[in-house]
């Protein structure tokens, strides 16, 4: 159960278009069409924004976007507002288990 | 509203124990698997546990495994996480969250408020 591994921050300005990525191995990433991404605000429950790799929950803006490449998944933000500053997590299903990235601070600009 | 309330946190000595509950609303609670995962002061995410919709299976974490058991009460709309011989590191904001699915663990779709266990002497 290693975690997976995030940048510890990016940064953005308004209107520019970011991508945080989340490596793991074949054993979870790579393995499973279940990636997940959450946003937390300082001082807040986390919120879902991607799941199954590319999917939006409802609600979700699509600025909001995933995908995957071998053991590598990304979130690409666009349109940055400053309202998208926060942490994310990217998350993957692990076999029987479920293993969290070290978080991305988003800074814009 | 609220869908997910936490409660049960506190502090608690090093080796002590401690149950925390979850409540659920809004929602078929008895239809979705449920999760428990904590934040430890400035860390970030950790998953910690899930049961299965009906109770009947569990996954752990190996960082918890043997110590801490998730449970849930679908009669009372509540899950359970007992805690026994806990130690500084398991000191933590929990969250109970909501699984997408019946019995897979997928996403964490709706998150509770957290409740804050801080485990020292």
């Known amino acids: 159960q290693s975690a997976l591994t995030q940048p510890a921050s990016v940064s953005g300005s308004p209107g520019q278009s970011i991508t945080i990525s989340c490596t793991g191995t074949?054993?979870?990433?790579?393995?499973?069409?279940?990636v997940s991404w959450y946003q937390q605000n300082p001082g807040k429950a986390p919120k879902l924004i991607i799941y199954e790799i590319n999917k939006r929950p409802s609600g979700v803006s699509n600025r909001f976007s995933g995908s995957r490449s071998g053991n590598t998944a990304s979130l690409t933000i666009s349109g940055l507002q400053a309202e998208d500053e926060a942490d994310y997590y990217c998350c993957s299903y692990a076999g029987s288990s479920m293993v969290f990235g070290g978080g991305t601070k988003l800074t814009v600009l | 509203q609220v869908p997910l309330v936490e409660s049960g946190g506190g502090v608690v000595q090093p080796g002590g124990s401690r149950r925390l509950s979850c409540a659920a609303s809004a929602f078929t609670f008895s239809s979705y698997g449920m999760h428990w995962v904590r934040q430890a002061p400035g860390k970030g995410l950790e998953w910690v546990a899930f049961?299965?919709?009906?109770?009947?299976?569990?996954y752990y974490a190996d960082s918890v495994k043997g110590r801490f058991t998730i449970s849930r009460d679908n009669s009372k709309n509540t899950l359970y996480l007992q805690m026994n011989s806990l130690r500084a590191e398991d000191t933590a904001v929990y969250y109970c969250a909501k699984e997408t699915q019946l019995e897979a663990l997928d996403a964490f779709e709706i998150w509770g408020q957290g409740t804050m266990v801080t485990v020292s002497s």
């Open positions: 074949s054993s979870d990433v790579g393995g499973y069409n279940l």
């Open positions: 049961v299965r919709y009906d109770g009947t299976k569990q």
